[in-house]
């Protein structure tokens, strides 16, 4: 008797909600590019801006591809429309003087536009799938891209990239045997994903000695293995260019994955956020998935595929606007449908973000008040970018044990680090991955902050970070000395 | 032989991703908001735009709190603000003269301080929780209406209240035998994520005849009922004010409410999106769950509580940008931390909500250049707001068969309709529940657009639909007129 009151009344005075009672996928969920490392990252700048003594004057946050937080200045042309339709007393006649001595013609005329798209003001509510014209002109700029017809009503503006992801894959999976082929390393978003929706990933491995190129031979075994052991194979994710990797896919390869998703009955997802992220434009080029597969004719139309696009990347770093889409090709319309609806619930994604996107789509074209300022940005971020990760790449190259491989594109190097097997211990010791250990002992040295190689997924055996080479190019040098320092004295704590 | 081949055949020009195999619980949802009534309204909408005769001249959109589609002017401050964090140029010392000229010195000294606060571009993707500064003036806010402190690590922004509902429901629901008590009539939002996440809708009655009131006896019945069947109830969402019913309620029903859900062992879910929106202040002022618990003392300490807000209503309505937050009361810090791993998959909400959340819960203060227009802006619309409730329930109540409690809260009018038999059957004939039949041939008739009463639930036998009260004032004898008209011609086609 006594043993039950004492039940009832621990049973009373202890939460509702805890973590033993907390849904076992949201639990299940790992996500590292804000883990652990990039939360002690937030303390010390905390404890710098409050004049603590570090060895280091500020964090270096080279972990997340973030690129006005490193600084990266808005582009001009962007930024004065965004201005212009949030404030309607901007675009009133009344004003035009005034107006028109801080902004140039085409963003007032853009910004009328735009607002008129969105009913009248960008604080109404859209679409749930976004404003009917902008989605229009997503399509048009897809065409222009591809060659090929693209339909605003396949076409689903999200907030960011991610939410989209997300929504094809809760559409997607519908009992825990569904499997996903993700590769490794992955951005970690699809683990998360398939981990919060109850879905299976199937890893495949990128081919690090090979430029971190995929073959279809190894596709083919994950997905057969996979199969064998009871996993409904459904889909297949290719980031490209690869985050963390930074590869580009050459058509030939795009040909035979699509293909191969005939072949195999997958569903393509294709991540395809850093596509104007190109770095050896005449070697890989970028091609669409969208592209290749339209080219390869009718015998292929039955192919589904789901594309992914952003404005958090390329040379805009928008991200924290929040912007995305996901064009479907192939995909049945009552699964379209499902998407919409699920898609209202939460009303629509934030306009701020579908306005970003019509400016991605439609840049300023030569002749217009705004194009040369525009194309000179542009380029001055996407030549320094190129500067950048070569410098990096160099750098990581020249530490004992390290090799990387160069940035075809995205934003993104994901070094191979050799860890001496008294690091590896000290690691064990210390409860965490080797590369994690290392990864934390930078930061704390050296206040640069990357994602251990284990939060993306790697061969076993072998550790990596993932690093951003987006931090001003006027420090480099200096935070790239810190990195050499750091792993000097690193390599000869552990040395064998 | 053949039949195989058929077969095969079939199987590869099919698709992978169809309506049967997608997630069932995707397929359970219902959100009828955005559903069949308001997609032919787009499509009248479209017609009209491209010249078609039809019997009425616009749609008069009064499905949606969507204050701006319907022309409700955005606050001046609010925007001018937002217009300036996103341009940079507007900020700097050399434009200093030309932007004076067009923006109060008040709204110029918030724009840098909010972009400061994230970390010098709102286009930098921010902490999943959102900007540490936001979330402290949020707090701050909190702390001012209630009297009682409140902890800005308790406190998420989120992109809009929707998104914090799905992320609290989804943590909660670890298998389908868990039930969340919910109010009928209700806001689908409540019923869609129990679908989605798999969880049992708890249903509780509000009283139509006593102003749409609850009361506890009825609620413990719900909670008994649904644990005799197995449902293992563990939360309790409110919406106060009432959506769609607009009812707001009193301090000793929330004492009550409170005191019901300890000892029940029940989370408690308030929706208090619409507490700006209170229309006999007097009367029935507005009080917040978290103040009336903490009012409470220590002895209901362990109430778990979680408050959701939003951008999106009040005399604001920028419910396009998408901002809202939720403030975890009592709740478990490794169910917060859970939440947060949750937020970081999509990386963050989007800053322009976040900026927003922050001129809402920090507007002009008397004798700031900006405090005079933001008032009388502010009052214009709240005045307006109460003319325009009470004329359309007035109108409501003006119409055969039709009673329409008056609204204390919110932007909604609930009228209950008594419709013929002859209707009913009409309506089943048609496939249709009678209030969406009503509905519909209201939308063809006068282009206005409702929410039937079974999007929301109601008693069984009563017939509902939904309407806001925010098109512009002028527009209300017109549309009132138009809806008499069909209103007579129904009841007199269908009269018993």
Redesign the interface.
Known sequence: MIVTILVAES?????????E????R??S?E?A??GEIAILA?TLKNKLAQGAQLPFKEITNIN?G????L?Q??I?FF??V???V?????LSDE?RE??E??YPKDTIERAKKLVAS???????????MGIPYIREQVAKFIERRDGFSSDPDSIFLT??A??AV?LVL?????KPEVGVLIPIPQYP?YT??LA??NGQPVPYYLDEENAWGMNIADLKKSVDEARRNGTDV??LVIINPGNPTGQCLTEENMRDVIDFCQRE???LCADEVYQTNIYVPEERPFHSFKKVLKSMGSSYE?V?LFSFHSI?KGMI??????GGYVECT???P??ID?MY??S??????????QVMMELMVNPPQPGEPSYELYKNEMDDIYTSLIRRSTKLASAFNGLEGVTCNKAEGAMYLFPQIRLPAKAIEAAKAAGKQPDAFYSLEMLKETGVCVVPGSGFGQQEGTWHFRATFLPPEHTFDEFINLLENFHKKFMSTYRD
């Open positions: 049973s009373t005075s202890s939460k509702v909600l805890t973590l009672n907390l849904n076992p949201v639990k969920v996500y590019v804000r937030d997340i973030n690129p006005q937080q600084k200045k808005p001009t930024r004065q965004a201005s212009l949030e404030n309607p007393e901007l004003n005034k107006v001595a801080l969105a009913g009248g003001s960008v604080g109404s509510y859209s679409h749930s907030a960011g991610s939410p997300q809760q559409c997607m999976i519908d978003l998360a994903s919060l929706f459904r889909a009955r997958l569903v039955n589904e958090s770093g928008e991200c924290g606007r929040r192939g995909i049945d009552k699964v499902q609806k699920i209202s619930i939460s009303l629509c994604p934030n306009v701020q973000g």
